[in-house]
């Protein structure tokens, strides 16, 4: 990447300050230690401004120079106690917390790989999951340990309740890089079968902080509050944004909204990082909880539909960035709002470095307007699945396993997983062209479309509606809506009103959920 974007970009965005000579040379010493991962990123910051406050959750906060202090400790700990070495893979079943944030960088200090689990599993998929990553050690907080009932009791676990007592009495003595870095691994959302885990590339550089602050206005010193879930790929980047920017992270352990309004109000957050499903329930929450410091609210993990975009922007303001990407591709393109005002329902564009082709399934590129695979290339593709696996490449870029088109201004909408097409009699149809117009009714909450098994046009599609509380539409409105607006064999010929739609841990709409067993 040019040198001097990454340079003019960071300083504009405060990064590259001038600062007291010993602290810069902590700083910089740091980063040429332990490189621009996790822990090298707070090793930096706590070189930099060891007072300045790292983490607040509901419990404590934290400077980085006491969190710097800590996870020495822990890490020695886990190493003296319970003979964690380079290479060896920790799981982590934790709700967002300071907590969480220690054991991680302590993991991947030791050059271990830290393995988030999802918290939405179930017991098998836990099990699963400590079989398939090869666990040494599962750190758990004591609230899910009931998900452990099918993990076989061989395999050592520590409540996380129990780490303050092994920070207290470990020795603080500085840890010397490990001979192969640490890295996290992430799960795949799982939501259709065993989740798979991904292993993290550490950034080489600045680089790929430049890229993604080009596009979304984060400073350094940046208040933010993380609402989407750490083991969740895009909570993890905010933790890494937060801590590249030096900046505070504020984190309540599990999200509701009135509280997550409260927490930004209280410490003075000045962005938010949530995923779609979380900015319907904040605009469901009471107008005198409403947070005016936001400047930067930014989405990603599942689709963000172009009425739900307007709606949160009609009361918030023009704050909100949508970032398009994936485990396995980090980013892709990231719509800023006066693309999301312009183009509602886009993905928007790539960043600088990021290259985007869309392919038909011969693997011809597709001309603009027409729809195709996507894929990507930039500097933190992913490593390979820790089970040996990879994904797709064209040349030097990574299937997302979506399909989308760009339109002639080069802005990319994602019409859907590859996975999701249905054929309805000869024609192809894309489940989310439906959903964004059917979420266009005020009536509607939330929805979702999906195909169905159907004898005379091989399938069908079926929509599941949740509505706004107190109000009503019928079948047949819903289907003239749409029949108006789109082609006659993108109208679902079953309509089928539901209380709330089935999701994940992470946002996302669990369609195998939607049928009936």
Partial sequence: MDAGFVLRTLARRKVLTPAAPARMVRQLNALRRWGFGLYGEMRSAAGRDPGRVAIIDERRQVT??????????????????????????????????????????????????????????????????????????LLHDEVFLGMLAAVPPNLPRLSTERL???????????????????????????????????RRRNPAGLG???????RIPLNAGERMFVAAPLFHTWGLAALQLCLALRGTIALNRRFAPANALASINVHQCTSLFAVPVMLQRILEAPAVAKAPTLKVVAVSGSALTGPLATRFMDVYGDVLYNLYGSTEASWASIAIPKELRAAPGTAGRPPRGTRIAILSSAGALQPTGMVGRIFVGNDMLFEGYTNGTGREYYGDLIATGDVG???????LFVDGREDDMVISGGENVYPVAVEDVIAELPQVREVAVAGVPDQEFG?????WIALHPGEAVDADAVREYVRHRLARFSVPRDVYFVTALPRNATGKVVRRQLFPS
């Fill in 405 to 411: 088109h760009l339109d002639p201004d080069g802005l």
């Fill in 208 to 214: 790929p902080l430049a890229t993604v602050v080009s």
């Fill in 459 to 463: 399938q069908r599609l079926a929509a």
């Fill in 64 to 137: 980085y120079g006491e969190l710097d202090l800590r996870v020495r400790r822990l890490a020695n700990a886990l190493r003296a106690e319970r003979g964690i070495r380079v290479g060896d893979r920790v799981g982590l079943l934790c709700e967002n917390s300071a907590t969480m944030v220690e054991a991680m960088m302590a993991v991947v200090a030791l050059g271990a790989q830290a393995v988030l689990v999802n918290t939405g599993l179930g017991n098998a998929q836990v099990e699963t999951v400590a079989h398939d990553q090869g666990l040494q050690l």
């Fill in 164 to 198: 303050e007592e092994l920070i207290h009495r470990s020795p603080s003595a500085d840890i010397s890089p490990p001979a192969q870095p640490g890295s996290i691994v992430v799960l795949t959302s799982g939501t259709t079968g065993a989740p798979k885990g991904a």
